[in-house]
């Protein structure tokens, strides 16, 4: 008996997983990028054609550019033109991604002059990881690009970190800790950024990049977003005891910042624990939208 419950633990668990896959937010833009705002990684395939391999002197093509000698030179150009590809697609995207409610990457560049500087030493460093394949006449090559860690964009922004305390309310009755937050925007029109806010409907700031822990901010992401309340609850993200609630609006330019009851805020940061799990940007965002 124990062995079957084994058996039926281990499906469930690898059923979970693939569950978990579908639950990701995945947004897909023109150029086929596509970032997954719950790994918060960025990713494009492309491909390229080899060039001809051309021996023969007496050939018209021979020794023209976009012909080649041997197939080793051949790969090789085929290689270069597919990583040209990657990282002029992978600019146009990256500059669109929404930083916070004011600014796009690209809006922040333009302007600061300080948060160029460092987003420019992440293209220098080179940190996207890619995997090649050749296939026949062609290039296939997959590209990885994460936001967190040590060698993430997020390491690279020039961002304020931990410079404010969480506001203060008067004591509750009864305060229970919360392991996580995880904030429900399903029916609101919010795009995912970076770094969004959460305040009150009374426009007390609650959650921004001033509360929380710079180390845990790069390591893990200030949120992630999902599209599954379940999935939600059960990420280790957010702990065994996640407080839910549900946004009650999206304001800002770019439609990042979002609402909750002023009520609710009270029970969130009654806790000092709840207060510290915060500060570890255990928070998570749900939205409906998702690559199809």
């Not at 150029?31 to 023969?56: A, M």
């Not at 000698?69 to 600019?91: D, G």
């Not at 220098?124 to 062609?138: A, C, F, T």
Request: glycine share 4%; hydrophobic share 40%; aromatic share 10%.
């Amino acid at each position: 008996m124990k062995r079957i419950l084994i058996v039926i633990l281990i499906i469930f668990l690898n059923w979970n997983g693939f569950a978990n896959e579908k639950s990701q937010l995945l947004i897909k833009d023109f150029f086929g990028t596509v970032v997954n705002w719950t790994k918060l990684q960025i990713s494009l395939d492309v491909s390229e054609k080899l060039p001809r391999v051309i021996i023969d002197v007496n050939d018209s093509e021979y020794g023209k550019e976009n012909t080649a000698y041997n197939i080793s030179e051949a790969r090789n150009k085929s290689l270069l033109k597919a990583k040209e590809k990657i990282k002029i697609h992978f600019i146009r995207s990256i500059e669109s991604i929404r930083l916070n409610e004011n600014f796009t990457i690209l809006e922040r560049v333009n302007v600061d002059e300080k948060f160029r500087e460092r987003f420019n030493e992440f293209f220098l460093n080179e940190s996207s990881e890619i995997k090649v394949k050749y296939i026949q006449d062609e290039v296939y090559v997959e590209s990885l690009t994460k936001l967190i860690g040590v060698r993430g964009l997020l390491n690279y922004l020039d961002v304020e970190y931990d410079s404010e305390n969480f506001p203060e309310f008067p004591p509750i009755a009864v305060s229970e800790a919360y392991s996580g937050l995880i904030i429900d925007a399903r029916h609101l029109d919010v795009n995912p950024s970076l770094f969004p806010k959460i305040i009150t409907d009374k426009g007390l700031e609650i959650y921004s990049t001033n509360v929380v822990n710079k180390n845990f901010a790069i390591d893990n992401g200030f949120v992630i977003y999902l599209n599954d309340p379940v999935k939600a609850m059960k990420h280790p993200r957010v702990g065994e005891n996640p407080y839910f609630v549900v946004a009650t609006n999206v304001i800002g330019k770019n439609k990042t910042l979002v609402t909750i009851p002023t009520k609710e805020a009270i029970k969130i940061l009654s806790s000092k624990d709840t207060r510290k799990n915060l500060k570890k940007c255990k928070v998570i965002i749900l939205l409906r939208k998702q690559l199809s």
